[in-house]
């Protein structure tokens, strides 16, 4: 049987809709079809996923998107300064793709937080910053709700995120690979790249999203090209991790790949695979990050921070941490303020009752204590709310959805684990105000609507569930 549009077995179609055979058929019977626009991910004899070609193919171009990967390609390459221009076209944009229009939870209690952070404005020292602040914070809320109604189904997904693995490999893991093999830039031994980037636990908390996109991709992905490009990023985005010698961001990643792979070390194949990019990631990796990592062996208590590294940052990111907690529990309903910590904490850090190492515009080093200190525990615990909330749906989908789509739903974990590792690097980083955020929850969330789209298309078809 020919199909128009077809152009190789490979199934390089001019669309996305592709004759499936779900059951035998009696004969005289009408043979059962996937609807246009459905992509067949189950693992079983049913479906046939070899058509899953070029991802150029089949994108719904439309200006909403254009406009967002543009201001995507704005916060993770820096190569353009159009961020604020091509937010405004997004959002103008939007009612041109005649859909109805989604707010999930997560995004409603993000939505609350910010109205929160407001709160803080009548009571801060600094009430011009926590105006400025929150108006930043608000850009993030209006990015979520672009990125969760354009990326709405597997298409936009899969080019989206070939996308934006693209930007982030030419622009912070090249930067990064250079500045440390070739310019021999680093600091303490340590790899980065610039802007944003130019810290190195950020760099390192940064990468897991691409890293569980690229896991995502090479369980689905069935052209040779494809595949390759996904294999060189599965051994070089670990290794960037490694190298910029984080220790958050090495926990994070330890925790993602224990949950995205525990159940899979069942399988000798992938026992197999995951030691042998360990080893050859290892053997690449620098020296400096054992004996960074070796240093927490000896620590016993807190007056020995000091003997972590040669640098004393433990040491001074707990001290500073104390700092966080005193400004805490003296503003403990609005905070002191969106945006002003670094102020505050200059100010209260030179009380006599905190050590000197901690003096000075000080960040908190902790998403955590700075959401509490900045905006009270009330912010906290609305900022939990969307973190979790998001985590909880895109979980409660994928657990719904694994026995019919049980590929797509790998994908989605890859995301969920790689986000709870986001919050353990979390723990030792600053990233409530930041898109990296928003873009996390975004993919969570749209991938989380896009499973749970296959799901129903495939339930309505009569797909049955996958034997375990």
Known sequence: MTTPGWRSARGRSSGWAVPVPLRPVPAGAQEATAPRGWIPVS?????????????????????????????TMVIVTYALKIGTE????????LPLLNIRFRFPVWLVFLSLWVLWCFAGYPTSMNPEIVWDRCLDLGKLVLIAFVAV?????HRELRWYTFFFLACFALYPLRGELFNYFFYHASTFGRASWNYIYANANDQAAFTLLPLSLTLGLLIREQDKKWRLANKVGVVLLPLAILMTQSRAGILGMVVFLALALGKKFQRIRTVLSVVGVALLVLIIAPSGVLDRMEGL????NTEELGTVDAEGSAKQRYEIWKVAAFITANHPVTGVGAGTYKLNHEFFASLPIFDRIAKGKRDTHS??????????????VLWLLAATSALWEADRVRRRCKPVVPKAADQLWYIEAAFIGYLVCAIWGTYAHLPFTVLHLAFMSSYAFAVNKEYEQAVALGVQPAVA
């Open 43 to 71: 693992s079983g004899p049913m479906l046939d996923e070899s058509w899953w070609g070029n991802p150029w193919t089949g994108m719904p171009w439309t200006l909403s998107m254009i406009a967002f990967m543009a201001y």
């Open 86 to 93: 091509s937010m405004v076209v997004a959002l103008l944009s």
């Open 149 to 153: 109604n354009v990326l709405t189904g």
């Open 297 to 300: 062996k000896n620590v016993t």
């Open 367 to 380: 998403t955590f204590l700075n959401v509490a200190a900045e905006t009270g525990l009330v912010g906290l």
